[in-house]
């Protein structure tokens, strides 16, 4: 998967939770999902989190969000959009490795 | 329990059992238990020894229970066909004979451990006493199942004041299980006649209904929810049938309406008790309410941060293989249930302590949830538990049965639509589960967890 697809895949899971839940925020690559700016509270971090790891499971890719790995990083993959995005890409590699 | 007996004689022309392979009257029922007293002296069973039973419900195991009684022994039944299970509570009870049931016999055997006496304080206490005990054994859902013992003729004795009755009960929970004994017990001072049922599927439940018209049914809400989603009562004619109580989980109001819909002539009463404790005299509400009233002059109940304490003459003298940590100083049991009261002394049981999820610190009812997603109509059945979560530490996790067929990402979706403004958001499950039938147990209650 590339990139831009899993950006794409993101961004379509948060929209969805944010449609569900009646908000309307433009959201882009420096949107955070945690910390002051956060655009979402913690139930919504965590339903994020579910949908994205089950859209990435629907192709047949198969990463945990909130392994002790993804949880003990310096910078959060949640700090923005593109963090996850990286954090991805790298759990992508190092399977296909 | 003399007068049980006297009883037995007294009814000794009414059926007893009636199955496709047996009709027995109390008659039959008293001359195999006097049978069955002079073969436990044959088998040289001392007085106050501990006997398991391994078999489920039929005329010999029930005969065999009473004989042990009047032997005043402790009585063991155990109703599992696993090997391990068997053995487990055969250590853990410190059985010194096993009688396991052969089709129309009994056969007897002494345990390995039969010349070292239970030296346990509690079966000490009865044997000073000469009274006969009961070994029952918990779920074991949260842990090791806990060995407990009661003081069987104080048991007995609660139901001497039952009025005679000519129905047909058909005795759905088990043979080692507070809630069967107690339909047994209560059947047979009523001398009414007992159903057996081989399996306990819906199908096979209603087929039994129609053919000998049982009049009453015991069963676990998530049985009565299997039999709507079967549709077996359309199958059969069930216009017998008088009165369902049901017990053992939490009802959910939805579930308790559709039953009272599908079966609109039939009264339907909850019943109330702990193994520990013993079956309690409740009344609902109404057939459609799931709230209920302590009517139990033996019972005595208060309510400690939400949790139900018990008190009852007929509770247990303590555990055989665990500390009484669910029991306080002055007796009273600590049921672990959650309850909320309502007006003129009426409770709801909202769910076990065990069962609640936390969800950052605040506090989620499987069964409050259970009880909204139910709603949706798409929905056959579900079930709602804890998974962990390192940013909530647990989160809401659904398991569904669908009633067509869709994505659970759409049924994520549904669900989130659908609840939005039923329930507070973390509450919501964050994850679902789309599963061919719920889990549960071969007891009819729901086991919380993924498999």
């Known amino acids: 998967m590339k990139e831009q697809e899993i950006k794409q895949l993101i961004i379509c899971c948060i929209n969805e939770y944010l449609e569900l839940n009646e908000t309307k925020i433009d959201i882009n690559e420096n949107t955070a999902l945690i910390g002051s700016n956060a655009i979402v509270n913690s139930m919504g971090l965590v339903n994020i989190i579910v949908d994205v790891e089950s859209s990435l499971l629907d192709s047949d890719i198969e990463i945990s969000l909130t392994s002790e790995k993804a949880m003990s990083r310096v910078v959060s993959p949640f700090r923005s959009i593109s963090s996850l995005v990286n954090f991805i890409n790298e759990e992508i590699n190092e399977e296909s490795k | 329990m003399n007068w049980l007996l006297k009883r037995f004689e007294a009814y000794s022309g009414k059926t007893f059992i009636c199955s496709e392979s047996d009709h027995k ?71 010194d004979h096993i009688i396991t049931l052969r089709p129309t016999e009994v056969a007897f055997a002494q345990s390995s451990r039969s010349n070292e006496s239970s030296n346990n304080k509690y079966v000490l206490k009865l044997t000073q006493e000469n009274k006969s005990g009961l070994i029952l054994f918990s779920s074991g859902s949260s842990g090791k199942p806990k060995a407990m013992i009661h003081d069987l003729e104080t048991l007995i004795n609660s139901f001497e004041d039952r009025k005679g009755k000519n129905l047909n009960f058909l005795v759905f929970l088990m043979f080692d299980h507070i809630g069967g004994l107690n339909t047994l017990l209560n059947s047979l001072a009523m001398g009414v006649a007992i159903t057996i049922p081989k399996e306990r599927d819906p199908e096979h439940v209603c087929f039994l209904i129609e053919k000998y018209k049982v009049n009453v049914l015991p069963a676990s809400p998530t049985f009565l929810n299997l039999l709507l989603l079967s549709q077996a009562h359309t199958k059969f004619d069930l216009s017998s049938l008088k009165l369902i109580t049901y017990g053992t989980e939490p009802m959910p109001e939805t579930v308790l309406l559709k039953v009272k819909e599908a079966l609109p002539f039939v009264k339907l009463l909850q019943t109330f008790g702990t193994s520990e404790t013993g079956i309690a005299k409740i009344s609902s509400k109404s057939s459609t309410s799931n709230l209920i009233r302590f009517d139990d002059p033996d019972y005595e109940f208060k309510i400690v941060n939400q949790e139900l304490w018990l008190r009852s003459k007929t509770q247990i003298s303590g555990y055989l293989n665990a500390s009484n940590q669910n029991f306080t100083e ?16 009426y409770l709801r049981i909202i769910g076990r302590n065990s069962d609640l999820i936390n969800v950052g610190g605040l506090k989620v ?26 940013i909530t530490g647990q989160i809401v996790v659904a398991q569904i049965v669908t009633k067509s067929e869709i994505s659970s990402k759409e049924l994520k979706k549904e669900i989130h639509r659908f609840c939005k403004n039923r329930l507070d958001q973390y509450k919501i499950p964050a994850k679902i589960k789309i599963v061919d039938e719920a889990n549960y147990s071969n007891r009819y209650k729901k086991i919380r967890r993924w498999d």
Not at chain 2, 333 to 341: K, L, P, R, S
Not at chain 2, 371 to 385: H, N
């Open chain 2, 25 to 95: 009257t109390y008659g039959d029922l008293l001359k195999q238990v006097q049978d069955y007293k002079d073969t436990l002296v044959d088998h040289a069973v001392q007085r106050n020894s501990v006997v398991a039973i391994v078999g489920d419900y039929c005329f010999e195991t029930i005969a065999l229970f009473f004989a042990l009684a009047e032997h005043k022994c402790i009585v063991v039944p155990i109703t599992s066909t696993a090997d391990n299970e068997v053995k487990y509570r055969l250590e853990e009870g410190k059985v």
């Open chain 2, 330 to 345: 002055d007796g009273w049991f600590m049921t672990g249930d959650i309850v909320e009261e309502y007006e003129d002394g």
């Open chain 2, 365 to 390: 009812l499987p069964s409050e949830v259970e009880s909204i997603l139910i709603q949706i109509p798409l929905i056959a059945d579900c079930m709602v538990f804890s998974e962990s979560n390192p």
